[in-house]
């Protein structure tokens, strides 16, 4: 799978702006309708979904574990995660593996759209009726052209709790 690189909003000329904007890197990726980006720098790798296996009273949403090249990781699927309506996983399925808090983890995604270099001007914080409503997660919401890219911190998908959960998977 080729995974396109696009920049947005993005000016090479110094003189035509007096600011600085910083540059994010992201790695877009869609569940259902809903268009949602991780930072690059907590992407791992992407890889097609391989068989997963089960484990026994693990939270609904770590669908099990993985061999990764000899590294057995946790697989959440992200939908289940989110409270989103469940589908069957399709050929366009990833696995996008992240580094949160020093734990490697699988993230399933329905796909993964490209890597986006956009100004940190074009994201603007998440809008107050999400904030605070259990959604420490949303970083922001990243506005290009007609899209909204909904910008998630992965360190705080997980509470303490789930973080814990995920560990005792992992030994």
Do not use: C
Not at 37 to 59: F, W
Not at 118 to 139: E, F, H, M, R, W
Request: aromatic fraction near 4%; charge should be negative; charged fraction near 25%.
């Amino acid at each position: 799978m080729e995974v396109a690189i696009k920049e947005t909003g993005v000016q090479n000329n110094s003189a035509v702006s007096s600011e600085v904007d910083e540059i994010v890197q992201l790695v877009t990726f869609k569940l259902g309708n809903e268009e949602f980006a991780l930072d690059i720098l907590k992407v791992q790798e992407i890889n097609r979904i391989v068989e997963i296996t089960k484990i026994p009273k693990a939270p609904d949403f770590v669908e099990g574990v993985i061999n990764l090249r000899g590294r057995v990781i946790p697989i959440v699927d992200i939908r289940k995660k989110f409270h989103l309506s469940i589908k069957e996983a399709t050929k366009d399925a990833r696995v996008i593996v992240v580094n949160i808090m020093n734990k490697i983890i699988g993230l399933i995604v329905d796909s993964v759209s490209e890597v986006l270099r956009i100004n940190s001007s074009t994201i603007q914080p998440p809008p107050p009726l999400i904030a605070g409503l259990d959604s420490d997660y949303i970083k922001g919401v990243g506005k290009l052209d007609e899209r909204l890219i909904i910008l998630l911190d992965i360190d705080k998908i997980f509470t303490t709790g789930e973080h814990k959960l995920i560990e005792g998977i992992m030994k």
